[in-house]
């Protein structure tokens, strides 16, 4: 009887970090503002300008109630 091997390949416990400037697959990147409450809620909403992104994010942080407002780049 012949045995048969069969070779695993282990994948990396660690992400490799995408770069989306490369990606001609898009024709805009997607900013994802993500506003964390006092109370433990989160609220996620999407845009595809960075400039309006960030600037929802800065007004959402001059509220008492918000704990933290992050941007960060999805697509």
Do not use: W
């Amino acid at each position: 009887m012949a045995s048969v091997t069969k070779t695993v390949t282990k994948k990396s416990a660690k992400k490799e970090p995408t770069n989306f400037s490369r990606d001609k697959r898009r024709k805009h990147h997607h900013f994802l503002v993500t506003v964390y409450y006092a109370d433990g809620e989160k609220f996620g909403r999407v845009y595809t300008d960075k400039d309006k992104a960030d600037r929802f994010a800065d007004r959402q942080k001059r509220s008492p109630v918000v704990k933290s407002a992050r941007v960060t780049q999805v697509s």
